[in-house]
């Protein structure tokens, strides 16, 4: 594919390389854009987006886990012996340990399901910076993989 219009997978924007490629301040050698170039551009989008998302999920599963330790910690200063606890959208009398045990596990299933996230996005900036260095390489700065 020599020049014309790329589309990023995921963008109704479509990049013309002509343009972008031969702008003042560009390279002075226009680089011809390669299907292999436009799958790495794509590809770093999915990355990009992919690493979005990790991010909302970690911020949730952190505020979740907040809200299990609050509860944790509103439980320790309960004397009743029966306190209500949520299932789904009904509240059901359980015994205080019983409460403490599940809060305990769900604590536990949210802390290890973060550190499986914080993995992934670790992954995903890695693969992202791996790109980042293929496509600087051949464009230079006529490729723009930075967020504003």
Known sequence: MSGGSVYAEGSSDAINWNQALSRPGAS????????????NINKFGR??????????????AKEVNESF?????????TDEETVRFQIGEVFAHV????VESRIEEM?????????KLEQEKETVVAQMAELKKILYGKFKDSINLEED
């Open 47 to 60: 990355l990009n987006n992919r690493l979005h998302d990790l991010e909302d999920e970690i911020k949730i």
């Open 28 to 39: 002075g050698s226009e680089a011809e854009v390669t299907w292999e170039d436009q799958q």
């Open 95 to 98: 015994s205080k340990d019983e």
């Open 69 to 77: 330790e609050d509860a944790s910690n509103e439980l320790i200063l």
């Open 107 to 115: 604590k536990e299933v949210t802390s290890s399901n973060i550190v």
